[in-house]
């Protein structure tokens, strides 16, 4: 009689856990997850590109040492920034790996300005592949990006409805910060890394 006891009570608390929203909700926390992996994935891709991109110009760019230590210091600057999971709901360090974010792609913009005072580099075909595999990556970033703030989305609206919200705040769930939110139309846009940029805008 208890063990048949002890059955029907695991069945009636998994039954209250299912109807609750807990496990919708452990789910949302996993594809928040699942796309800030993701997200991570790119910018990694883009870091390990770096060094390529600056060696491949080295040769050409005698003269312009400042912007490709400009590019080397910012790629250091993310490289020493580690972030998990766990740290989504650190608003100081997202603050940080994204100011270094945002210094890379201001560096690697201007390294390709300055590319087009160097007609033999753009000639050079380890110079144009890796900027083709740059680009691509910008792109994926973008996407990967998008798809994290709606996983947030759907995440944080789901916890604040009725009833989830009460399951939400008795395990602890809260809000997630919307990394990036503020900035989502620039986001979604395609990246501008371009070869044909105008003396006037140089």
Same mark, same amino acid.
């Given at each position: 009689m208890t063990r048949w006891l002890r059955i029907c009570l695991a069945m009636l608390i998994a039954s209250m856990l299912s109807a609750c929203g807990y496990n919708e909700i452990q789910r949302l926390d996993e594809q928040v997850n699942a796309a800030w992996s993701q997200t991570l994935n790119q910018? +990694?891709?883009? /870091?390990? !590109?770096?060094?390529?991109?600056? =060696?491949?110009? =080295? /040769?050409?760019?005698? =003269? +312009?040492? $400042?912007? !490709?230590?400009?590019? $080397? +210091? /910012?790629? /250091?600057?993310v490289g020493s920034i580690q972030l998990n999971a766990a740290d989504l709901d650190n608003p100081e360090l997202m603050a940080r790996f994204q100011d270094a974010q945002d210094q890379l792609s201001s560096s690697l913009s201007r390294l390709l300005a300055v590319s087009e005072n160097y007609p033999q580099l753009k000639s050079d075909g380890l110079f144009r592949d890796l900027m083709t595999q740059l680009e691509g990556t910008e792109n994926r970033i973008a996407t990967e990006r998008g798809r994290y703030v709606e996983a947030v989305q759907?995440? =944080?609206l789901y916890i604040r409805q009725f009833p989830n919200l009460i399951t939400a705040k008795i395990f602890g769930y809260q809000p997630k910060q919307n990394y990036g939110v503020a900035r989502q139309g620039e986001i979604m846009r395609d990246p501008e890394v371009r070869f044909d940029v105008p003396a006037s805008a140089q």
């Open positions: 910018y +990694e891709r883009r /870091a390990e !590109l770096v060094p390529k991109l600056v =060696n491949s110009v =080295n /040769a050409y760019m005698v =003269n +312009e040492r $400042t912007v !490709l230590t400009q590019v $080397t +210091e /910012a790629r /250091a600057k759907h995440y =944080n």
